[in-house]
């Protein structure tokens, strides 16, 4: 179970202590165990998408490797340029890369590549459905940039979601950061865009489903 996700934890606990609470009062037996099942499902699910499973980075990566920020499915590999100035360059050629992530999917986010953090910003949007494309320019988000040891940048976003509606994330500027390591979450369905070099070598496709910490998404 990730620390992200005590404080939800605890209040759904109390939820369902209210539901068996009540539960106790009813004289009907299907609505009693009705209350009781109910209670069940929702205490069970809830610490199922907080869980945390351990994750093992590719052994002997160069630095130049970027690993998947999340679990998901690859649903977006376009040539965008850049359109801000704060990061990259305004009109900089990159290439973008989402990742869908689904209420079932572990939602605890990583460090795409080791390297120092330059740019951290947090924007108050929407709620689009994260899986509209739309979704990564005008829904609540983060924008973080990494320099990597090899002086090469990368950006990604943590982008909340239709259902999402808290975004998690412990970095700040000047930090210096390992790939793997566990930095946030985005809670209940969201997604993660990732932007690099467009002359990058792109090893994942539209569709394949990855794995936070572990699969490989290019070389930049």
């Known amino acids: 179970m990730t620390v992200y996700g005590k404080d ?3 209040r759904v606990l109390s939820i369902t202590l209210i539901i068996d609470a009540a539960a106790y009062f009813i004289n009907l037996s299907w609505l009693k165990i009705s209350f009781l099942i109910l209670s069940i499902l929702l205490f069970g699910f809830t610490l199922y998408f907080f869980r945390d499973p351990k994750r093992e980075i590719p052994q002997n990566i160069s630095d130049d490797i970027v690993i998947s920020p999340a ?11 850049y359109s801000n100035n704060d990061f990259f360059l305004k009109g900089e050629k990159l290439k973008q890369i989402s990742i869908f992530l689904s209420p079932l999917n572990v939602h605890v986010n990583r460090i795409p590549i080791s390297g120092l953090i330059k740019f951290y910003k947090y924007i108050k949007g929407e709620y689009i459905v994260a899986f509209n494309h739309k979704s990564s320019e005008k829904n609540e988000r983060t924008e973080i ?4 040891k090899n002086n090469k940048k990368i950006l990604f976003k943590q982008i909340a979601g239709y259902v999402a509606r808290r975004i998690v994330c ?10 793997g390591d566990k930095f946030g979450m985005i809670k209940f369905g969201s997604r993660v865009d ?5 002359s990058s070598r792109i090893i994942v496709k539209i569709g394949d489903k990855v794995t936070g910490g572990e699969t490989i998404i290019a070389e930049i």
């Open 194 to 198: 990732i932007f690099i070099d467009r």
């Open 145 to 148: 940039g990494i320099v990597s």
């Open 8 to 10: 939800v934890i605890l």
């Open 170 to 179: 412990l970095l700040k500027e000047e930090q210096s950061v390992s790939a």
């Open 71 to 81: 679990d998901g499915k690859i649903v977006q590999i376009n040539d965008i340029e």
